[in-house]
């Protein structure tokens, strides 16, 4: 289990029905449509995925962070995250990108963040803007989002 400051992540088992069952839940959302059916296909190695717990110790949503890879910015890694539809609009979304921000960049000493959502996710997009990720780039597919640790600068 990691702690943060307003949640507790707890490392995705896939023999825990609790999590299955709430993985599964969250996979029902319209928007949730990019996981996938985690009882044919689980996560490789390189991924490191959680329930989010918020500090009642109810389950709030998912977070899945790359292994870092060495990019432009240093130190990089990937965040992927969602709440579940019952929790969105309480500011769980916002705190939770904050709460990796500083885990990650700070103590962990990642130099970068990316995430990536959907044009038509407006409302993730307001998150991660919320969360003082800047965008850089938007196409078709991907708005794309950044946060650098303060000492890069490319």
Known sequence: MIKMENFQL????????????????????????????????????MSNSYIVRNAEDDMVGYLNLSNPTD????STISL????????????????????????????EKIDCIVAQVEPSNV??????????????MRDEDFVTFIEKSEGKSK
Do not use: C, P
């Open 10 to 45: 707890e490392k995705i088992d896939y023999n825990n029905t609790e999590h299955l069952k709430y993985l599964k839940t969250l996979m029902k959302s319209k928007d949730m449509s990019y996981l996938w059916d985690i009882t044919d296909s689980k996560l490789d190695d």
């Open 71 to 74: 990019s432009f910015y240093g």
């Open 123 to 136: 409302h993730s997009q307001n998150v991660l803007l919320g969360a003082g990720m800047k965008e850089v």
């Open 80 to 107: 992927y995250y969602a709440i579940e539809e019952s929790k969105r609009g309480q500011g769980y979304g916002k705190r939770l990108v904050e709460d990796v921000k500083n885990w990650q960049l700070q103590k």
